[in-house]
């Protein structure tokens, strides 16, 4: 069966936050339809290429070979705009 093209599923993963503490450094993934976004948030230094946002068509690119983040750039807006989101709801101060 198809993805549901409605359904986000979020990963943020920080190797230099301890537990309860705002993350400064993460990497934050979102999956949504057949799309993932990976996004570097926080790093002093660009990665790699420099890029720091990845999406990748994970129905017909499987293995991320191939980055969709240069052509599919309203793919991209949205779901970087939802990831951010998401990002700020993890960050906030908890009672």
């Given amino acids: 069966s198809a993805p549901d093209?409605?359904?986000s599923v979020?990963?943020?993963?920080?190797?230099?936050?301890?537990q309860k503490q705002v993350l400064t450094e993460?990497?934050?993934m979102?999956?949504?339809?057949?799309?993932?976004l990976v996004y570097y948030s926080g790093y002093s230094e660009q990665l790699g290429d420099g890029k720091m946002i990845?999406?990748?068509d994970i129905e017909a690119d499987p293995e991320e070979l191939?980055?969709?983040s240069g052509v599919e750039?309203?793919?991209v807006g949205k779901m970087l705009a939802e990831l951010k989101a998401k990002y700020?709801?993890?960050n906030e101060p908890k009672l």
């Fill in 66 to 68: 191939n980055d969709l």
């Fill in 26 to 28: 993460a990497t934050g």
């Fill in 88 to 90: 700020i709801e993890i």
């Fill in 73 to 75: 750039r309203e793919v």
């Fill in 54 to 56: 990845q999406l990748f």
């Fill in 5 to 7: 093209p409605e359904r």
């Fill in 30 to 36: 979102l999956v949504k339809g057949k799309y993932k």
């Fill in 10 to 18: 979020y990963a943020f993963q920080s190797y230099h936050s301890e």
